[in-house]
């Protein structure tokens, strides 16, 4: 008689996801956010592709037809120098998401560093700092942005100096607040107890886990 030997269990190991795919997963289940990508998404391709079936030439003045209304022939209509409207905004929308995408960037890069340099201080040049936000953030964005540019000028690299400044000030307080939360956890305390260097441990710990909060 033989008995069979009992099976050692398998660990079972649950498979993490990335927070791009959290992301995209919450994205699926809510139709104003799928309806708000797919208006992006067909923003972006409107202005990339404008200039190989723009309508009108976007430059051209006709003084007959100034400040016309919107018509077959000019959807948008034409402004005070007689120019369509409507091919006008199809080639604005290119300089927009130039703008738009190195603000952003900037933003996210002076913004989310700084952030996580007082999270990781967290004392008085923080909280000197962290007061300076909160009175900048008080005044309203358009009066800040029309203040600035009304002094720098209105060139397009102004404006997008500008954007990631403005957009800057708000990543501080969110990279801050992530930092915040990890800056206890184990992994920090280890780093620390090991003797790193806080630059060490903004890059290799905090920086990751704020990316991760970021995406998600």
């Known amino acids: ?82 120019r369509d409207v409507f091919s006008r905004s199809m080639l604005g929308g290119r300089v927009t998401i130039v703008v738009t995408l190195i603000a952003i960037v900037i933003a996210m890069f002076w913004g989310g560093l700084l952030g996580i340099v007082l999270g990781l201080l967290n004392g008085r040049v923080d909280e000197l700092i962290m007061r300076l936000v909160d009175a900048l953030l008080s005044i309203p964005w358009l009066l800040l942005l029309l203040i600035i540019i009304s002094v720098m000028g209105t060139k397009m690299w102004v404006q997008t100096l500008t954007f990631g400044f403005t957009y800057g000030i708000l990543t501080i307080r969110v990279a801050r607040a992530a930092t915040l939360d990890f800056v206890t956890d184990e992994f920090i305390l280890a780093a620390r107890a090991r003797g790193e260097r806080k630059r060490t441990i903004c890059y290799q710990g905090t920086v990751a886990q704020c990316s991760g909060c970021a995406a998600g």
């Open 1 to 82: 008689m033989t008995v069979a030997s009992p099976t050692a269990e398998q660990p079972t190991t649950v498979k993490r996801r990335s927070p791009l795919a959290e992301t995209w997963e919450n994205l699926r289940r809510s139709w104003a956010g799928v309806l708000g990508l797919t208006l992006i998404i067909l923003h972006i391709l409107i202005a990339v592709t404008s200039p190989y079936w723009i309508p009108k030439d976007p430059f051209e003045m006709n003084a007959e037809i100034r400040n016309e209304l919107p018509s077959a022939e000019h959807p948008f209509g034409t402004d005070k120098l007689g």
